[in-house]
């Protein structure tokens, strides 16, 4: 949890003099405003206060307290002698770096009611600071609830709300919190910074808000798209979800194949030997391949060694039984499905996308497995159109969720 720096020299209030001085004209054709009526001052306050602005001018900010002190203490004050206490002694607290005394003192201001606008959002913001920094949490994120009242179109304080929420354990509000803050920057005509996506899909991922960490990994991927965030919501919604057979497996594997997001050993293997295990030796061998030529996979690691070996002795059979499968594809959607992820698996996609389409809708044929694949072989063959209605064919399951990425990747 980040904390908020209290950077005391922002708060930019009005003079802390005890009696205002009017502006200066900043042009001297233009009428003089008219003179402020004087404070009403109770007679005690004021001598007390006149002392206490000459030892401000003296830098004696100690005995400025003191001289408030007096002034505090005489009955029945006015609202001319509570503010114009008050405003000497955050002067006073602001030089002496006192932050207690300020926080105190910055609340009493706003009890005057006579704080402008824009110094009430600042000193708000200030508030809320100094209760993050003491890890008061409810207290902070009050005044950040107010903030979010007198700034509606201020982003800035939503995401320090999100923060602020999940650290207290209300997950589901900082998910909403951070696309708040996102709709207002983006309302305002700017676009919002990569770390606020990040931050709120992983907000749904480790509060286990199931129905909206695939929103939150859509939303990354539409603002986004790099292969590391690729690769952040492939693998995190993969990991959510329970229970995934190979098959499954092996279509996360694909889109991060082509979304360039297989990165380290880890993958690399992990897509090497579930095609393996699946009976598609050819794609073991591209992930295989693929991982040494990027340094993330070396041969001097036995197990490396053991799949390339493994790929590569089952290549040339696998290769030469691919024409008599197709034949067969003809009067069998299942084999038609099977041999276009073998040739999918070559890197032939065009292929693959005629051996796909063979399958889609016959009977026996899992429609969302069948559409995902063809989809992405058109894909992969640069079809985007073509792959973008496959993909929004696709209902259901986890597949359906991998569509929607698929979807961002192709532009649909």
Do not use: C
């Not at 796909?356 to 640069?382: C, E, F, H, T, W």
């Amino acid at each position: 949890m980040k904390k908020l720096t209290l950077h005391l020299g922002a708060i930019l209030l009005a003079s802390a003099a005890i009696i205002a001085t009017p502006a200066l004209a900043k042009d001297k054709k233009e009428a003089a405003a008219p003179a402020p009526a004087p404070p009403k001052l109770t007679k005690a306050v004021q001598l007390a206060l006149i002392e206490a602005q000459k030892l401000q001018a003296a830098g004696d900010f100690k005995g400025v307290l003191a001289k408030v002190a007096e002034a505090e203490a005489v009955p029945n004050p006015t609202p001319d002698d509570v503010f114009y206490t008050v405003n000497a002694k955050y002067g006073a607290a602001a030089a002496l770096k006192d932050n207690a005394l300020l926080e105190d003192t910055m609340k009493k201001m706003l009890a005057t009611g006579r704080i402008s606008p824009e110094n009430t959002v600042i000193i708000t913001r200030q508030l809320g600071a100094f209760a993050l920094n003491r890890n008061d949490y409810a207290g902070a994120i009050g005044y950040f609830e107010q903030l979010t009242k007198l700034k509606p179109d201020d982003a800035g304080p939503w995401e320090t709300l999100a923060e602020m929420y999940f650290s207290t354990g209300q997950k589901a509000k900082a998910f909403d919190a951070y696309g708040t803050a996102i709709a207002k920057e983006t309302a305002a005509g700017r676009k919002p910074t990569e770390q606020w996506y990040v931050r709120r899909f992983q907000f749904a991922v480790d509060g286990k808000l199931t129905d909206k960490v695939v929103p939150g990994g859509v939303d990354l991927l539409k603002a986004y798209p790099s292969p590391a965030n690729w690769r952040i919501a492939i693998v995190l919604v993969r990991d959510s979800l329970p229970d995934l057979d190979e098959q499954t497996d092996l279509d996360f594997l694909r889109l991060q194949a082509a979304t360039d997001s297989l990165n380290g050993e880890k993958d690399y293997a992990e897509y090497a030997d579930t095609a393996l295990r699946r009976g598609f030796p050819g794609e073991a061998q591209f992930a295989i391949n693929d991982g040494i030529a990027k340094k993330s996979l070396s041969l001097t690691k036995p197990y490396v060694k053991e799949l390339q070996v493994a790929a590569n002795s089952k290549v040339p059979a696998d290769k030469a039984s691919l024409p008599g499968l197709e034949k067969d594809s003809k009067a069998s959607p299942k084999a038609a499905l099977g041999t276009a992820d073998a040739y999918y698996g070559y890197g032939d996609y065009a292929k693959a996308v005629t051996l796909y389409k063979m399958a889609v809708g016959k009977p026996g044929i899992d429609p969302a497995q069948a559409n995902l694949r063809l989809g992405a072989a058109l894909a992969r063959s640069g079809d985007n159109v073509g792959a973008a209605e496959s993909f929004k064919a696709v209902k259901g399951g986890p597949r359906e969720t991998l569509a929607q990425f698929w979807l961002i990747k192709v532009g649909g």
